[in-house]
């Protein structure tokens, strides 16, 4: 059961960090290259698509990690799956107080005027967005290390 439950939280945050890491090193790159109403307009349909389904995926992964802390909170390697959770729970609650605001207005942008402060907004969001991506693979590499005790 333990080997399954790790299997699947390997995958989800695996797959989620690569999400995230794509949006970051390949997306938005490709992004700012285009023409202002374009670029808007993808902006737009990224925070859509991905503000809709992030969350659930986000707490899906927060969940599996904390079933691996509770089945393994007994065991030596405990501190590291414990610290894996409480770097989720902190990159979770810094989400919703910094990046889903600048999300919820990107969802919101008129093609028609990307206006400077939206570019620079998209900007900011990106910058804090490589912070989380860093702090969800050290989440990942603490829950590795506790698995392979």
């Known amino acids: 059961m333990i080997h399954l439950l790790?299997?699947?939280?390997v995958v989800s945050l695996g797959l989620l960090i690569g999400t995230?890491?794509?949006v970051s090193v390949f997306v938005n790159p490709v992004l700012w290259k285009l023409d202002d109403s374009?670029?808007?307009?993808?902006?737009?349909?990224f925070a859509r698509k991905l503000g809709t389904?992030?969350?659930?995926w986000y707490v899906g992964s927060l969940v599996l990690l904390a079933c691996g802390w509770f089945l393994g909170n007994?065991?030596?390697h405990a501190w590291l799956l414990l610290s894996a959770n409480l770097i989720w729970v902190a990159v979770i609650?810094?989400?919703l107080l910094f990046l889903v605001p600048i999300n919820n207005r990107m969802m919101q942008l008129d093609p028609g005027s990307f206006a400077l402060e939206s570019r620079s907004?998209?900007?900011?969001w990106d910058a804090m967005h490589r912070a989380r991506v860093a702090a969800l693979t050290v989440?990942?590499?603490?829950f590795l290390a506790a698995s392979v005790r």
């Open 74 to 76: 007994h065991e030596s």
């Open 53 to 56: 389904a992030m969350p659930f």
């Open 6 to 9: 790790t299997i699947l939280t």
């Open 20 to 22: 995230e890491f794509a």
């Open 121 to 124: 907004e998209h900007h900011k």
């Open 139 to 142: 989440a990942l590499v603490c």
């Open 38 to 45: 374009a670029q808007a307009a993808a902006i737009r349909m």
């Open 93 to 95: 609650v810094l989400t």
